[in-house]
């Protein structure tokens, strides 16, 4: 099973700064990833898939990079409703998926 | 506009059983994989398991396997997880979810229903 470990575990930051998110795989996934967004009390959305696809409709300023092991999903200038957790899922080796611990992004 | 809407959780006690269904609307239910996800209170996302469209074939996380069962009715736009053997680990929203043509990533979810094993 691919261990997918993503940091900080909370990100302090204030409206219109960058917030940076990491994830990484316990072996490569290629670019076999994605990243979801859930705000509170909502279900998860997606947002980005093959590592740096945005979905429709998402933002331009959602950035996802990376490949192998190391991931990296970029908040350009966060808005108010960007604040939120975030999940990093993995879909190279599977079953199972497997989903990272989560990133809660916090206002500062 | 796509809807996938999550029924029949509840509380249960240790050892009970429990039947989720998922009724969907608003694209092409039977051209997609379908998935069960679940989310303990205050933690992370679990993928629990998937279906192919055809039903052919279904994944399980391995903490479920042999307790738990997904099946689906096209006829009905249908998605259902049966558990059995409930334990109190097994307490989270269950999220119904489209798993895409390849069932690897997750596009569209549901709002969840509450699953609470307890006595």
């Known amino acids: 099973e691919i261990v997918m470990t993503q940091s900080p575990a909370t990100l302090s930051v204030s409206p219109g700064e960058r917030a940076t998110l990491s994830c990484r795989a316990s072996q490569s996934v290629g670019d076999n990833l994605a990243w979801y967004q859930q705000r509170p009390g909502q279900a998860p959305r997606l947002l980005i898939y093959?590592?740096?696809t945005r979905v429709t409709d998402v933002p331009a300023r959602f950035i996802g990079s990376g490949s192998g092991t190391e991931f990296t999903l970029t908040i350009s200038s966060l808005q108010s409703e960007d604040f939120a957790l975030y999940y990093c899922?993995?879909?190279?080796?599977?079953?199972?998926?497997?989903f990272g611990g989560g990133t809660k992004v916090e206002i500062k | 506009e796509v809807q996938l809407v999550e029924s029949g959780g509840g509380l249960v006690q240790p050892g009970g059983s429990l039947r989720l269904s998922c009724a969907a609307s608003?694209?092409?239910?039977?051209?997609?994989?379908m998935s069960w996800v679940r989310q303990a209170p205050g933690k992370g996302l679990e993928w629990v398991a998937n279906?192919?469209?055809?039903?052919?074939?279904?994944y399980y996380v391995d903490s479920v396997r042999g307790r738990v069962t997904i099946s689906r009715d096209d006829a009905k736009n249908s998605l259902y997880l049966q558990m059995n053997s409930l334990r109190g680990d097994d307490t989270a929203v269950y999220f119904c979810a489209r798993g895409g043509k390849y069932g690897r990533v997750i596009d569209f979810w549901g709002q969840g229903t509450l699953v609470t094993v307890s006595s």
């Open positions: 608003g694209f092409t239910f039977s051209t997609y994989w």
């Open positions: 899922q993995q879909y190279n080796n599977w079953p199972p998926l497997t």
């Open positions: 093959g590592a740096s």
């Open positions: 279906i192919k469209q055809d039903g052919s074939v279904r």
